[in-house]
């Protein structure tokens, strides 16, 4: 079905085409923060994390909390990251540790810890119905989503949607900065590419993993706390987010953090262009359109690691 | 300071690869493990490593057990395994890889002096500290393999087959190089190799295993003469 437009100018057509790239960016902005903490617990641990879906569902309750005492989003956003990284340390060091530890060899070695975390991810969800209920409560974007005028136009783009912007890039600056430059950075890729290299080097691979999956579960927080002040907050409400997220990952070769981004991007584009321009429905499907034809072309992702030359 | 083995048995899952493995490298020596594919070389690295399980048995070293303990912990101790198959990061640069043993460490100015070395020792490297390690030669991931391994400034060397997939000039530089760098720093090495020849040259000790069973313990020298070793892993 494509829109019909009565007599349409160029100003029109224009102010259109710059409102698709604009929620292309901030909303591909979020996938890349989901598809980031999915990358990021591959891996360091090649494990498939559902239960990011519930961590970071979990601190967005949280951060919903500190609103109600507190009243200030930013603070809440701070608390939401923070325990994101916390609920992520967590979960590796007292539940894929073990898990890890007597799973040690057969076909169960691949299933075991991601149906773990998927039973997780039911956990925390259950957990969450308990302490808040299951009802639909909502945050309050801490600036204003109405969409700018352009030419006289409102479009679909706020201000709420250029601090998600903004912040995923500061997010993601901080990231490269972390991965590129540090000491912390080398040991978190040293350990994601060779452990057992890693290992015989001294470094603490498993301390590494738990710090990677704290990485992961704040940058979830994060995508929570952006993520649903335009939608509604209840258990099951990052799932959808997950998926996308996944997809992305996906994309990128699972392996890439610019990967993971680049996915995401191509994803936002994907979807809001193919929303704009043809139809509304074509929500959900893009997306499995988009995987579908990476996978086909190129199996590994568009920005698997590039392996060595030779042996 | 001694690697004292004793007894030692290990298995890999219902197959026993190491059995009653018995044998002693005291400090500043070193020690050639030579015999087949199968023989259950690079079983007993990587359980002296700590990146394997044993079934029974000791080892330890300056008096103090290393079975059971966690690789990364037995590393800082000074116990360095450079494992085979060119054991670099491919994904990260010269540089980055010589860091990682330098990561831990407390003395930064200590690493730097001791990175100099290992460029110095392999100047090489030193050409390519930029270029990711998968770009490099055989011969070339080797030698940073064993610089990284030095940076650590270990104290018992555990190294598994350095000559696998060189040519036949880079095997006999690499083996003349460890040759060289181990009287320079008094390590203790335990040098796992197919190449027996190459191996038992620049050894002291030789250690010959058969299926998992020690069949001859005696000076490197002996056994390059010794006519049923020259046989059967020599091959003339």
Do not use: C
Request: glycine share 10%.
């Amino acid at each position: 079905m494509i829109r019909q437009f009565a007599l349409p100018t160029w100003g029109s057509k224009m102010t259109e085409f710059i409102t698709a790239i604009l929620t292309s960016l901030s909303s591909g902005a979020i996938y890349a923060l989901m598809a980031l903490a999915i990358v990021l617990v591959w891996r360091s641990t090649r494990v498939i994390n559902f239960a990011q879906a519930g961590q970071a569902v979990l601190t967005t309750y949280i951060g919903y909390t500190v609103i109600q005492r507190t009243g200030s989003y930013w603070l809440a956003l701070v608390v939401a990251v923070i325990s994101g990284a916390i609920i992520g340390a967590v979960i590796d060091r007292f539940f894929m540790r073990p898990i890890f530890k007597r799973v040690k060899s057969g076909p169960i070695v691949m299933i075991a810890p991601v149906v773990a975390t998927l039973g997780l991810l039911g956990i925390i969800q259950a957990i969450i119905g308990f302490i808040w209920g299951l009802t639909n409560q909502s945050i309050e974007a801490p600036v204003s989503t109405g969409g700018y005028k352009v030419m006289g136009k409102v479009i679909a783009f706020s201000s709420y949607n250029l601090l998600v912007l903004v912040a995923v890039a500061i997010a993601m600056l901080l990231l490269t900065i972390l991965f590129q430059r540090t000491n912390i950075g080398l040991a978190l890729r040293a350990s994601a590419y060779s452990p057992e290299i890693a290992r015989l080097s001294g470094i603490k691979v498993d301390a590494v993993r738990t710090l990677g999956w704290a990485i992961a579960g704040a940058s979830g927080g994060l995508a929570g706390m952006l993520y649903i002040p335009g939608y509604f907050l209840y258990p099951n409400a990052m799932d959808l987010l997950l998926v996308f997220g996944f997809v992305a990952a996906v994309i990128g070769g699972l392996e890439s953090l610019f990967g993971a981004v680049a996915g995401a991007m191509i994803l936002g584009f994907a979807i809001n262009f193919s929303t704009t321009y043809i139809s509304q429905k074509l929500f959900f499907p893009t997306a499995f359109i988009v995987l579908v034809l990476v996978l086909l072309i190129k199996p590994s992702g568009l920005f698997a690691a590039k392996k060595s030359r030779g042996a | 300071m001694t690697l004292i083995v004793e007894g030692l048995t290990i298995d890999h899952g219902a197959i026993r690869a190491i059995n009653n493995v018995s044998f002693k490298v005291p400090q500043g020596q070193l020690a050639a493990i030579i015999g087949a594919n199968g023989a259950g070389k690079t079983t007993l690295l990587r359980t002296l490593s700590g990146l394997k399980d044993a079934t029974s048995g000791s080892a330890s070293w300056n008096g103090v057990s290393i079975l059971g303990k966690r690789a990364e912990d037995l590393a800082r101790s000074g116990i360095m395994h450079v494992s085979d198959g060119k054991s670099v990061i491919a994904e990260l640069s010269v540089k980055d890889n010589l860091a990682l043993t330098g990561l831990w460490q407390k003395d930064k100015k200590a690493v730097t002096e001791a990175t100099n070395e290992v460029i110095e020792l392999f100047p090489i490297l030193g050409q390519r500290l930029s270029q990711s390690a998968g770009s490099l030669s055989g011969g070339e991931r080797q030698m940073l393999a064993i610089g990284r391994a030095l940076i650590a400034r270990p104290k018992l060397l555990l190294l598994d087959e350095p000559s696998l997939g060189l040519a036949p000039l880079i095997v006999e530089q690499i083996f003349q190089t460890i040759k060289s760098f181990v009287k320079k720093m008094d390590l203790t090495v335990v040098l796992v190799e197919q190449n027996a020849m190459g191996a038992l040259k620049i050894a002291d000790e030789g250690i010959v295993l058969n299926l998992g069973s020690v069949v001859a313990v005696d000076s490197a020298e002996k056994l390059l003469n010794d006519p049923a070793v020259r046989s059967a892993y020599l091959g003339f």
